[in-house]
């Protein structure tokens, strides 16, 4: 089955970088997702990959994904307080998406 | 406005007395799926149904039933609930294919005592 891993917690200040990592075992997803989650609220899709890229740039993120060592990466680039949010990510097989536990994200003003 | 609502928000209950949370979509999704969020273990899906009359186990069924009477509407029904169900309920849904976004309803927060 799928097993996805995050780390738990990232502090950053405004206008840095921030990068989440994620590693996944299922190597027949087809697609791999980041999802926002803001207080109080439910998930909301960020941006997706698909498993036969590399790198992916959307405005201030860029996914990076390694098939070989099942890794996925979100960068976000500029950030800034309202993207201060627990980040899931996803991978998509067998009719369902298999979630990471998160990484809350704190930006620093 | 396209959306997943869920009721109640919040719900405050006792162990072993029924209680259903409703889920309704107004996007002609074909799949609906319940997930429970719980701190350090992420997003744990419940149940997952493909359309009409077609329900699956996710990976944490215990203690829970639905059913997809109506495309719209998948309830979530806990027929006795007990303090390990404590926790924060999302309802999700998409249309079937390789890469569809998948719509969260805001969340139904459990409490059993």
């Known amino acids: 089955g799928e097993d996805v891993e995050q780390s738990l917690f990232l502090s950053v200040r405004e206008g840095d970088s921030s990068v989440i990592n994620c590693t996944y075992t299922d190597s027949s997803s087809t697609y791999l997702y980041w999802y926002k989650q803001e207080p109080g609220a439910g998930l909301q899709l960020l941006t997706y990959i698909f498993s036969n890229m590399d790198m992916k740039q959307d405005q201030r993120l860029t996914v990076l994904l390694n098939k070989k060592d099942k890794h996925l990466s979100l960068r976000i680039a500029d950030t800034q307080t309202g993207d201060s949010a627990i980040y899931f990510c996803a991978e998509h097989g067998n009719n369902r998406l298999a979630f990471g536990k998160g990484n809350q994200v704190v930006v620093i003003p | ?113």
């Open chain 2, 1 to 113: 406005e396209a959306q997943v609502t869920q009721n109640p928000r919040y719900l405050i209950t006792v162990t072993g007395k029924k209680l259903t949370v409703t889920c309704s979509q107004n996007m002609n999704h074909e799949y609906m799926s319940w997930y429970r969020q719980d701190p350090g273990l992420g997003l744990r899906q419940i149940y997952y149904s493909m359309n009409v009359e077609v329900t699956d186990k996710g990976d944490v069924p215990e203690g829970y039933k639905v059913s997809r009477k109506e495309k719209r509407n998948f309830p979530l029904i806990l027929e006795s609930p007990s303090p390990n169900q404590t926790s924060l309920y999302f309802c999700a849904s998409r249309r079937t294919g390789g890469n569809e976004k998948l719509f969260f309803g805001s969340g139904t927060q459990l409490s059993v005592l």
